[in-house]
Structure formats: structure tokens, C-alpha cells
């Protein structure tokens, strides 16, 4: 049951700020919570007075409810005062609840984690409004005296959790299977309730290491004055949205966007956004909802235990893991109905890890880089088809750039994707028949991904990015139109479609013969078409296996 405190009006209309942190004290945050199962942020007294039913204001219970009111208290009498309607501030005690009440459409306002945005938005009548302008990265606390130095020495010992539905939860679990952690045998995973109690794990040495992320490890050391260190990070995933629920007027929701759009322009919004600990709010575009919901579609994905039934269709980690899933989610729903069971999208962290999990046959299905075909071959998968178009790197500078040629990047920085890429291997072998030596004439910067050679370039943080034509087209036309070729490299022949041997449901002649006619049939041809990469045709095995470079 929720109530109105009525000591929470004046103590926290204007709570005072740390002078090393300039943002609320959590102490004063103590009156401004009270025991049970949620707590509420009263509006300035003026705006309370109003008889205007207040916006209720969700936020996902990541720290625990007196440090989230010294958090997003000032967000709250901010929107209060500037929509000229009372806002309150609610949370709860977990996850679950929380997901609750936004599946019961209780709040107005709501900020949630990326992998509850899909539904908020399409099941629960909620609007997107903006997101926080960086991404999430998960990362692994142990105290400052710990002799582990990766996250395999965390095997044999305890790590501490936010609840399993988390974000940065979720990401850590995939970062410990890439490690070769395994919560069934090698390690165990205990899930508590918030950030926080996570960390106090780790303090009292219940716990050798925490998952959790930069602004709550702040909180905490600054609160508690721990010693401790970051072990690991994860690869980023999309960070906290707010949403507005579609019955709040238009005006109410366009206000609400303009408001958390302009904190960083503002001496009262940067207060704002210091108490959240937050760079800022941008708007979510279309390419960021496809994002986020195809990070979702990914971390379903992984999460799927080992005997669901169905098939793992395993890609080769060419984009981010969230764009990897928004791009081929059509594919595998279209194996899915091919094969009449379910296709459940899995991919891998690194180059070396994928292949890896082709070696011990762990998918059923898989994408993967034509240099990685003899590696498929030997470990009992087969062709099924391929792209028809062909793979060529391409040597991208910013459009402003004087480069006007290979010539023109030596002394350079070069961002390329991973040293086991395919357009990085092509763009090696075309830099030296130029007569440019890697790591002499020119310096290049592996990146995790395409997307993430892009952004260097785009970020001023590399001379050129190897990458090709069909990620550039997947780009915002405003990127697009900074980005110019330079030079190309040899073409190859492209991406393949295999099948393990041992899955009489997905393997042979039929399935091939099936693929093959996706071109001619509409909705198959869609999936096709949304990869930017051709249709689906027959495999030519010996061109394949005569490319250099297999792994």
C-alpha cells in the first residue's frame, strides 16, 4: 500500500550537496524514505497543493530505496516544477515487482533496463522518451589485497550478483562462460537483491568479486570509503530508458523529453544529473529501439538452458552483440519455421571463442566468416548456402579527411575489427601489397566489432576504419554522409550458412534444397533482404577451401 509521508515536504525540497560530489547527501535521503516495501519523494510544496492526480515515477531498483531517493529525488522535483504537476518519485523492493507494476501500467513515468524495453513499450503502453547518452558495462569488483587478476581465477570461489534479470547480470554471465566459468560446476553465483547488498558481499568477504557497474561502485566507496578494484568489464550493452506511459497527454510526454534532453545545458539540470551519476539523456531513434530490442532477442537467446528443445544458431561475432540480434533475428525465425522447431540465436564475445564452440560442435546452426569454413568442415558441419553478393573491405576516412589515398594513412592510426576478421585479414594483406607495413608505417586498432571501428573513426580517435560497404548502409544517413572510401580491398566469396551433421532435422539435402528457394518466397526473401548481404545460393566447397588464411 502506498502513503504520502508527511514529513518528506520540507526536509527534502532542497537537499544539500557533498562538496567533493556536488549532489545530494544519501544521509538527508534517510528522512526522505520510510520502512516497507516502497518509499515516495513528495513534490515541491507549492505543486503538492495542486489537486492534479501526481505522476507516479518508476525507477528500476538497482540501489536500495534511501539511496535512490538521493539519486533521483532531484529528478523528480525537477519534472514536478517544470511540467507545472506534481511527480512522485516510487520503487520497490526487486525486480519482479517492479516489472509488475509496469505490466499493470501503475506508473506514468518509468526509468527500465534495456531488456525490459521491448515489451514496455509494444505489451504495456508505455512511450520511449530518452535514454542515458552511453552505454552499460557490467564490471567485476574484488577487494583491493584479491590475487585474482582475471576471471578465471574466480574458479572455486563465490560471485555476488544483482538479481538474475539485471542487466548487468546477464552480461556477466556471458562473460564468465567465454571465461570458461561455469555456475553449474567451477563457480558459484549467489543473486541478492540490489547493487549494493552486492558490494557489502565483497567488503565482508562473503564474496570474492561483485558484478555491478561504475555508478554504484562510486556510491558505495564514497559512502563506505572500501578499498576496492575493477577486475573485469564486460562488452557494452544498451543503457536505462525512460518511458511515458501513452495516456499522459502528448504535450505532458513531448515536455517530459525536452526537460531530460536539456539537464546537461542547465546549472539545475547538471545537479540533476550528478545525483544520477549519469553524463546525460538523447533521444532513443530508430536505430537505438532495434538495438535494444535486438540486444533482448540476443540475451534470450543465450539464456536458453542447454535441454530446451530446439536448435542454437550460432553467428560469428562480426557487429556488437545487440546489433549481431537486431539484424539476424529475422533469420532465425525464418530457420525456425524451416525446420518446424524453435531456433534459439546464440553467438560468442570474441573471434577465438566462436570458433572454439564450432570445434566442440556446441551449435546446431551457424553463420560464419568464409575463413572459418575448412574449421567447419573438420569439425562435422556442412554447407547449407551462401551470400550471393561478395565480401571486400573498404578503407573508410572522415569525410573532411586530406587522405585521398592508402599512401596518404601512413604514420596513421588504422581501427579494424578483430585480427581474426575477415575484412581485418583482407585489409592486412592489402595494406602490405601496398607497400605499408602494420605496425611500422601504419598502427592499427583492433576493435571488438564493425560498429566499433566505425565510431573510432566517427569519435576522431582513428585516421580510418576497415570495415564494409553494407555496414556503412546500416548507418543513420547523417553518419553516412561523414564517412568516404578511400581504397578496397580483394573480394572474396562471402558469408556461409552450416549445418552440424548429427541433426537429422536441419541437415541434408532438404534443408539446402529449402534455403536455396528463400529468394522466391517473400517473407523469407525479407530476412534476406534486412542482411544487406544477397540471397541465399549454392556453395562452391572448393573455392572455399582454396582461400588462404583458413583458420
Not at 45 to 60: D, I, L, M, S, T
Not at 196 to 219: F, I, K, S
Not at 490 to 506: D, E, F, G, T, Y
Request: net charge neutral; proline share 8%.
Amino acid at each position: 500500500m502506498e502513503r504520502h509521508h508527511p514529513s518528506l515536504s520540507r526536509p527534502c525540497g532542497k537537499l544539500p550537496t557533498t562538496t567533493m560530489h556536488k549532489q545530494p547527501s544519501i544521509y538527508l535521503a534517510l528522512v526522505c524514505a520510510w520502512a516497507g516495501w516502497m518509499f515516495v519523494l513528495s513534490a515541491p510544496p507549492a505543486v503538492a497543493a495542486e489537486k492534479a492526480r501526481p505522476y507516479q515515477f518508476g525507477v528500476h531498483p538497482y540501489l536500495v530505496p534511501r539511496i535512490m531517493a538521493a539519486a533521483y529525488g532531484p529528478a523528480a522535483r525537477d519534472l514536478s516544477s517544470k511540467l507545472d504537476h506534481p511527480v512522485r518519485l516510487l520503487t520497490t523492493t526487486n525486480f519482479t515487482k517492479f516489472v509488475d507494476k509496469l505490466r499493470r501500467q501503475e506508473y506514468d513515468i518509468a526509468i527500465v533496463q534495456p531488456q525490459d524495453f521491448p515489451r514496455v513499450v509494444k505489451e504495456f503502453g508505455y512511450v520511449p522518451v530518452a535514454r542515458v547518452n552511453e552505454e552499460l558495462r557490467a564490471i567485476f569488483v574484488i577487494r583491493t589485497n584479491s590475487d585474482a587478476n582475471t576471471l578465471a581465477d574466480l574458479s572455486g570461489r563465490r560471485v555476488a550478483m544483482p538479481p538474475r534479470d539485471a542487466a548487468t547480470s546477464r552480461t556477466a554471465l556471458r562473460a564468465m562462460e567465454t571465461a570458461g566459468l561455469n555456475p553449474a560446476s567451477n563457480v558459484t553465483v549467489s543473486f541478492l537483491n540490489t547493487h549494493d547488498a552486492c558490494l557489502q558481499e565483497v567488503l565482508r568477504g562473503a564474496a570474492a568479486a561483485c558484478v555491478t557497474w561504475p555508478p554504484p561502485l562510486e556510491e558505495f566507496v564514497h559512502r563506505t570509503g572500501a578499498k576496492l578494484r575493477v577486475l573485469a568489464t564486460t562488452e557494452p550493452v544498451p543503457h536505462l530508458a525512460t518511458v511515458v506511459h501513452s495516456r499522459v497527454p502528448m504535450e505532458q510526454r513531448e515536455a517530459v523529453r525536452n526537460i531530460m534532453l536539456t539537464w546537461d545545458d542547465t546549472s539545475d539540470g547538471k545537479i540533476v544529473l550528478a545525483a544520477m551519476r549519469f553524463p546525460g539523456w538523447t533521444e532513443i531513434g530508430e536505430r537505438e529501439h532495434a538495438e535494444i530490442e535486438g540486444y533482448s532477442e540476443l540475451d534470450r537467446a543465450q539464456a536458453v538452458p542447454a535441454d530446451k528443445p530446439g536448435l542454437l544458431f550460432g553467428a560469428f561475432p562480426y557487429l556488437s552483440p545487440r546489433l549481431l540480434a537486431a539484424h539476424l533475428a529475422p533469420l532465425a525465425e525464418a530457420l525456425a519455421t524451416q525446420v518446424s522447431v524453435p531456433v534459439h540465436l546464440r553467438t560468442a564475445s570474441n573471434h577465438e571463442q566462436f570458433e572454439l564452440n564450432l570445434r566442440e560442435r556446441k551449435y546446431d546452426i551457424a553463420l560464419i566468416s568464409p575463413f572459418q569454413f575448412r574449421l567447419a568442415m573438420e569439425s562435422d558441419y556442412e554447407p547449407v548456402a551462401r551470400f550471393s553478393d561478395d565480401l571486400q573491405g573498404v578503407f573508410y576516412v572522415p569525410m573532411d579527411s586530406p587522405v585521398r589515398d592508402l599512401q596518404g594513412l601512413r604514420g596513421a592510426t588504422i581501427a579494424m575489427p578483430p585480427p581474426a576478421g575477415a575484412t581485418t585479414i583482407l585489409g592486412m594483406a592489402h595494406l602490405r601489397g601496398q607497400g605499408i607495413e602494420p605496425g611500422r608505417d601504419v598502427q592499427i586498432d583492433h576493435r571488438a566489432s564493425h560498429d566499433s571501428c566505425v565510431e573510432r573513426v566517427l569519435q576522431g580517435n582513428a585516421a580510418a576504419c576497415v570495415t564494409t560497404s553494407v555496414i556503412i548502409g546500416q548507418l543513420p544517413a547523417s553518419q553516412r554522409a561523414k564517412l568516404r572510401a578511400v581504397d578496397k580491398t580483394a573480394s572474396i566469396p562471402s558469408l556461409v550458412l552450416v549445418v552440424q551433421r548429427r541433426h537429422n532435422v536441419a541437415s541434408g539435402a532438404k534443408l539446402r534444397e529449402e534455403v536455396l528457394s528463400w529468394p522466391s518466397r517473400p517473407e523469407q526473401s525479407a530476412a534476406l533482404e534486412r542482411l544487406g548481404l544477397g540471397d541465399f545460393v549454392a556453395v562452391h566447397v572448393r573455392m572455399y577451401l582454396a582461400l588462404p588464411f583458413q583458420r
